[in-house]
Every structure is written in C-alpha cells, then in structure tokens.
C-alpha cells in the first residue's frame, strides 16, 4: 500500500518518544509529572452549572461557526483586552485551537506563491502542528532558530528576500511554547512590515497570552488596527485550555479578516466538528468572566517566584516573561532528563523533542522543559530537587 511521502520525515510525537526514554528506568523518588503543559489550577465552578443546564443541547446540532452569544462574548473579550474592534461574522469558534491552527493552513494557503512552492515560517522549536500543517497543504517547511541570542523569538529579517518572496504564512506564538518570551511592538512592527513588503500571513498563536509576569502582552490585532496592517494580513488563535484552565472543554477561536474568517468557516463546513451546545454555553459564560483569570494569574505569578528563588544565581535559570514552562539550560536534554528521573522521580521534557536538526543544529538539544503546573508546595518540591540534582 502507498502512502503519502510528505510525511515520511516527521519524527515520533514529544510523549511517545519520553515515554521510550524513561519507562525503562526506575524513578529515583515520588514521581512528578512536570512535562506535559496541562493546567491544574481550578477551573470556575460555574461550567458545570451551565452543562448541567443545557443538557437539551446535546440533542441538537451545533452552529457550525458558533452560536451567536458565543461570538458575541468572543467579541467583547477582544474589544477588552486589546481594543480590537472584531465582529462577530470575523470569528470562528473552535474545537481546541490545534484545528484552528491545522485547518487555517488548509484554508488559507495557495498551491504556489510567485510560481513557486510556497514556505511556510515556523519557529524552532515549535508546536508541532504548525509544521504539520505546511507538509499537509505541499508547503514547504522553513524552520527560524530560537535562541537565545534571537530572544527566543524567531528572526524574520535574517531571511534573504528570495525566500520572503516565498513566503505564504509565518507562524508566530508569542507567548512563545517553550520559552516564554513576548513579542513586544517593534518586533510585530517589523514583522507587519515585512509580510505587507512580501505579501505573506501572519498565525498569530496566542494562547498563552493571559498567563504573565509584570505585563499584559501585546496582540496581533491590536498591532494590526494600531499600524492600520490589511486585516487579511493577520489571523489569531485563542484558547480556554491556558486562561481558564479548561483544557478539557476544547474551546477556542480563530479571528481575522472577513475573506480569511469566511474561507475557514467554509471549510469547517465540510471538515470540522463545532462545539456542541451546552459547552459553547460555558465557553460564552468563561469568556465573559475575569475573576477567575486574575486568580490563575496570581498563582502563577506567585510560581515565578518560587522558581526566581530556587534557581537564583543560576545562569539562564530565571523563569520567563509569560507562559508557564521553564526553559531550563542543561549539556544535553534527554541526558538530563534521565538523570533527574533516575535520581528524583521528577518527569521533564528534552527540549530536542519540540526542536527539529537543521543544518546539523538542534536549538532545543541543550534544554530541558518543565511545566510549572503542580501546586506551588509540589512545585517547590520539584524544582529544589531538579537543582540539586542538574546544577549542584
């Protein structure tokens, strides 16, 4: 039987390839997970309330775009947090933004771009759809170290014009998974510039954007309307899996301009599964709801802390701008993770496993992963014993 040759070359999936390497091994400790990015702060009581209510939804197919209160709440939030003036008819409700972030490339990319195969920007290391999502639509893949010599951010002005001239789409998280770092207004100035120079998109993921330090992050629709950017220019992606600590409910959104919203929602037409009812309810009641996002956010900033002073005097060992992973310098990333498995029971992530090898350099093979999303006792725990056990 044949299969497609595309994707021939992707490498096994982050958890397979940890579980291979440390299942073989006895934990040297109680164990704790610090490797998967699930939020385990409470989520609001009042979901279950609102699902109970509206069972009768389950009974019915959901609007494929999302129930009007939803886009409704969605607008709203947007006009909140980044004085940007969406409607309703440019958002689609999404079922967990991976399949934003997967079907807005199936959306949105051309065959070709100047008569020839059209790149796809990805930074590195990244979310592993995004680079999934460019082999699916024949794109090519380009990948932009994240170092930190490049603020973990990738560096679109080090691409020659040949290869911008290529360009269909740039993917840009910020805050960036795994390290944290914040796109700031000159960095979406010149990135804006240059896809209006080159005419290109920008997937602004977003979803980590309410989880931070000092700061609220800027956005890329508030950078868009600020710069006056074509809003076909930009497309951004937001879930309640990190704000709200509902990874479980599968809510998120897609928004952008109304050519770019009206392709992706005729495709979701034929290939997507909306929400069903009773937990489009929740999500309208969650968006509309702050309280219980200011309380997450003090825990986690609560959390910089805690790391802060456990790893103080520890080069590159400072807990990031937002987000919440530590990027944790080490020699070698699975070395160190056996070890800290082997000697203290604590699970991390070789930072390689979220990294693709170009031109023979990993940028994440001398780094380890750690999700901060324990208690702030066990997370203290943790960490004090992953010191000890690295950089003692």
């Known amino acids: 039987m044949v299969f497609?040759?595309?994707?021939?070359?992707?490498?096994?999936?982050?958890?397979?390839?940890?579980?291979?390497?440390?299942?073989?091994?006895?934990?040297g400790g109680d164990v704790l997970h610090m490797t998967i990015g699930e939020p385990r702060h409470e989520f609001?009581?009042?979901?279950?309330?609102?699902?109970?209510?509206?069972?009768?939804?389950?009974g019915k197919y959901?609007?494929?775009?999302?129930?009007?209160?939803?886009?409704?709440?969605?607008?709203?939030?947007?006009?909140?947090?980044?004085?940007?003036?969406?409607?309703?008819?440019?958002i689609m409700a999404l079922n967990g933004t991976r399949e934003g972030l997967y079907n807005a490339m199936m959306a949105l990319c051309p065959e070709t771009k100047n008569g020839a195969k059209p790149v796809v920007?990805?930074?590195?290391?990244?979310?592993?759809?995004?680079?999934?999502a460019a082999l699916s639509v024949g794109a090519e893949p380009v990948f932009l170290p994240c170092t930190r010599e490049t603020g973990f951010l990738p560096?679109?002005?080090?691409?020659?014009?040949?290869?911008?001239?290529?360009?269909?789409?740039?993917?840009?998280?910020?805050?960036s998974n795994p390290q944290g770092a914040v796109a700031d207004r000159d960095y979406w100035r010149t990135l804006f510039a240059l896809a209006e120079k080159h005419d290109f998109r920008v997937f602004a993921d977003e979803c980590y954007s309410e989880v931070w330090r000092k700061e609220a992050p800027v956005g890329a629709l508030q950078m868009a309307a600020e710069m006056g950017t074509d809003p076909e220019r930009v497309v951004v992606f937001h879930s309640l899996s990190k704000r709200s600590n509902l990874p479980g409910l599968r809510s998120g959104f897609v928004a952008g301009g109304p050519l770019s919203i009206a392709r992706i929602r005729?495709?979701?037409?034929?290939?997507?599964?909306?929400?069903?009812?009773?937990?489009?309810?929740?999500?309208?009641?969650?968006?509309?709801?702050?309280?219980?996002?200011?309380a997450s956010r003090a825990r986690y900033q609560a959390k910089y802390t805690i790391a802060d002073k456990v790893f103080k005097g520890i080069d590159g060992c400072a807990s990031p701008e937002a987000g919440f992973f530590l990027w944790l310098p080490v020699d070698d990333g699975e070395t160190a993770a056996i070890k800290i498995w082997r000697e203290t029971g604590v699970r991390v992530l070789?930072?390689?496993y979220l990294s693709r090898e170009v031109d023979g350099e990993n940028p994440g093979a001398g780094y380890i992963r750690v999700a901060m999303v324990l208690n702030e006792e066990e997370l203290q725990r943790g960490l004090e014993a992953l010191r000890d056990c690295i950089y003692r």
Request: glycine share 6%; charged share 20%; aromatic share 10%.
């Open 62 to 90: 959901p609007p494929n775009e999302g129930m009007p209160e939803l886009l409704d709440a969605i607008s709203g939030w947007l006009l909140r947090r980044y004085d940007a003036r969406i409607p309703s008819e440019q």
């Open 155 to 175: 560096d679109f002005t080090s691409l020659e014009a040949s290869v911008l001239d290529r360009v269909a789409v740039a993917y840009v998280c910020s805050p």
């Open 4 to 27: 497609p040759e595309r994707f021939s070359n992707l490498p096994e999936y982050a958890f397979p390839r940890l579980r291979a390497l440390l299942d073989g091994h006895p934990p």
């Open 266 to 294: 005729q495709l979701r037409a034929y290939a997507g599964t909306p929400l069903p009812l009773p937990l489009q309810k929740a999500a309208t009641a969650v968006w509309l709801d702050e309280a219980h996002v200011d």
């Open 350 to 352: 070789p930072g390689a």
């Open 121 to 132: 920007l990805v930074p590195n290391p990244f979310y592993q759809v995004y680079a999934v």
């Open 44 to 58: 609001p009581g009042f979901v279950a309330d609102v699902i109970a209510a509206n069972t009768d939804g389950f």
